[in-house]
């Protein structure tokens, strides 16, 4: 088991989730994070964290964006750990909530 990010997260990245990660499992791309599925401890501390929800359970993935559970697993391998809070993206707030971001993710 692991928790993952989905959608909600890319172009908004509030990054609140890793302040609080107990084994700093937390990936960061430009305008996204992963959690690597391998040191993820399942403890479920970051999932309230997210500002706007962007957090679930392997097994509370919502539909539709099943395709995170790869996504977090392959990003994880590539991208740097990010283990302290930095500022959210600039147009965090105009990007909470938008649909199916996935077209957005920069890699
Ligand atoms: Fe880290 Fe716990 Fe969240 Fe897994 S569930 S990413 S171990 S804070
Ligand atoms: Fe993303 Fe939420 Fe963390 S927006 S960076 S999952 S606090």
Known sequence: MTFIVGDNCINCKHTDCVEVCPVDCFYEGPNFLVIHPDECIDCALCEPECPI??????????????AFLELNAELAEVWPNITEMKDAMPEAEKW????NKLEHLER
């Open 53 to 66: 929800g962007a957090i679930y359970s392997e097994d509370e993935i919502p539909d539709g964006e099943e």
């Open 96 to 99: 909470d909530g938008e649909p």
